[in-house]
């Protein structure tokens, strides 16, 4: 089974600064990597996601994400937040195997501050 | 419109009942998932489905029932609803990728 480790629970943040949210997972086989938003009271909406080609991938709001494969990580970075960001981030993995079945981390709430 | 509801957004009940949330899409997509969503655990898989009349279990499928008679439909039940399922519950389906409903606040007293 795949497992998915967002290690900061909160970020908090200055508006214009850069934020990275970090996500690692664990597999012994391919993976897919998604990263999705959650705005207050709302359902999850896709970013972006890694399927394959590029490790590098650009999502929707200016966000990007680098799959690592050796370091098992696709990090989300944006270089400049605003305050429409705030919200909870949440990285997802699947596999080749069993693609249809997603794994969600527990989620980062990212805080962005005038 | 295209898409995938819930209903109802919003439930409050009592230990004991039963209750049952509805989630439907309109993209047929064959795979349909519900989870719950509680602070410091992020999203739990419950239950999902492949296809009509195919289900399995996910990470707490404990106290929950579902069915799926038709690929659009995907209910899911508490039989004797405990406190401790009071969370929202987002039912999901899948193309290349997850797309969420907006979600069920229950509450059990």
């Known amino acids: 089974a795949q497992s998915v480790t967002q290690l900061d629970s909160q970020v908090p943040v200055f508006e214009e600064a850069p934020v990275e949210l970090r996500c690692n997972y664990s597999?012994?086989?391919?993976?897919?990597l998604f990263w999705y938003v959650q705005y207050p009271n709302q359902g999850l909406q896709l970013l972006l996601k890694y399927l394959s080609g590029s490790t590098l991938v650009k999502g929707i709001n200016g966000f990007e994400a680098e799959f690592n494969k050796s370091q098992t990580s696709f990090h989300l970075r944006k270089p400049s937040v605003h305050i429409s960001d705030t919200a909870e981030y949440f990285c997802?993995?699947?596999?080749?195997?069993?693609?249809?079945?997603?794994?969600f981390g527990s989620g980062t709430k990212l805080n962005v501050k005038p | 419109d295209a898409g995938i509801t819930q209903s109802p957004r919003y439930k409050i009940t009592e230990t004991g009942r039963q209750v049952t949330l509805m989630c439907h899409q309109t993209?047929?997509?064959?795979?349909m998932f519900w989870y719950r969503q509680d602070l410091g655990h992020g999203l739990r898989l419950i239950y999902y489905?492949?296809?009509?009349?195919?289900?399995d279990k996910g990470e707490v499928p404990d106290g929950y029932v579902v069915s799926r008679s038709k690929t659009e439909n995907f209910p899911l039940t508490l039989e004797s609803a405990t406190r401790s399922q009071t969370s929202v519950y987002f039912c999901?389906?899948?193309?290349?990728?997850?797309?969420f409903g907006p979600g069920t606040r229950l509450t059990v007293l």
């Open positions: 993209w047929s997509h064959s795979y």
């Open positions: 997802a993995v699947s596999d080749l195997y069993n693609f249809n079945k997603f794994y």
């Open positions: 999901a389906s899948s193309g290349d990728e997850q797309f």
């Open positions: 597999s012994s086989v391919s993976v897919y």
């Open positions: 489905s492949a296809a009509a009349d195919i289900t």
